[in-house]
């Protein structure tokens, strides 16, 4: 009885956590956020692309030899890392447990976890929302979509130049520190990751 008692107290805690009203449950992803996701999926699609060493045979002279260029240096492997890049934001989650930029992150949360493991159990859940829903995108994940594809737009050119020219230099200092949030707060970039998140940041800000 008192498991039960507990388990209905935590519930109420949950639901109100996980309202939807604009006051007091969605709080969307800002620019820092934003920014850093972006540059870690297109840091981390470029090395999932650049695992090969093929070449590119370039040129349409029957006469002249073809050109040969190495895949991970030119443009197809670029084109090819950011064809669907914001739809990676898809596959995070909001973890409301957490307070710092690191409430975005792939993977069920632990309220959620937690949620399903009731469930399991035989406790009846009541969220406000249909159990099959639970585990689609939230508004503030599709939002996040939403200004990563902005974002994309309107710094396409900045990572053209980084991608052919200055790579040795971290995305997230070249794109989000250096250009994107030069007059914005840059207080995510320096947040570490949460505990269990297996990405490693590459280069020290």
């Known amino acids: 009885m008192i498991l039960l008692i507990k388990s209905?107290?935590?519930?109420?805690?949950i639901a109100k956590s996980l309202s939807t009203t604009s006051e007091d449950g969605v709080k969307y992803a800002n620019k820092c956020e934003v920014c850093k996701i972006l540059a870690e999926e297109l840091e981390g699609r470029l090395q999932e692309t650049g695992m090969t060493s093929e070449y590119?045979?370039?040129?349409?002279?029957?006469?002249?030899?073809?050109?040969?260029?190495?895949?991970?240096?030119?443009?197809?492997?670029?084109?090819?890392?950011?064809?669907?890049?914001?739809?990676?934001?898809?596959?995070?989650?909001?973890?409301?447990?957490?307070?710092?930029s690191t409430r975005f992150a792939k993977g069920m949360s632990q309220t959620?976890?937690?949620?399903?493991?009731?469930?399991?159990?035989?406790?009846?859940v009541e969220l406000g929302i249909p159990y099959e829903l639970w585990d689609k995108p939230s508004v503030e994940i599709t939002n996040m979509k939403t200004q990563c594809e902005d974002l994309l737009?309107?710094?396409e050119s900045d990572i053209e130049q980084w991608y052919f020219n200055d790579q040795v230099e971290s995305l997230r200092n070249y794109?989000?520190?250096?250009?994107?949030?030069?007059?914005?707060?840059?207080?995510?970039?320096?947040e570490a990751p949460s505990k269990g998140d297996t990405r490693q940041i590459n280069q020290e800000l």
Not at 8 to 13: A, D, E, N, P, Q
Not at 63 to 79: A, N
Not at 112 to 124: I, R, S
Not at 175 to 190: N, P
């Open 8 to 13: 209905f107290v935590f519930i109420l805690l």
């Open 56 to 100: 590119l045979e370039l040129g349409y002279s029957i006469d002249q030899p073809k050109k040969k260029k190495e895949y991970k240096k030119s443009e197809l492997r670029l084109v090819e890392s950011l064809d669907g890049l914001c739809e990676r934001i898809l596959k995070y989650n909001i973890h409301k447990e957490r307070t710092d």
């Open 112 to 124: 959620f976890q937690t949620l399903h493991g009731l469930v399991n159990k035989g406790v009846k």
């Open 153 to 155: 737009e309107t710094y």
């Open 175 to 190: 794109l989000c520190k250096d250009r994107a949030l030069i007059d914005s707060d840059q207080k995510c970039l320096y």
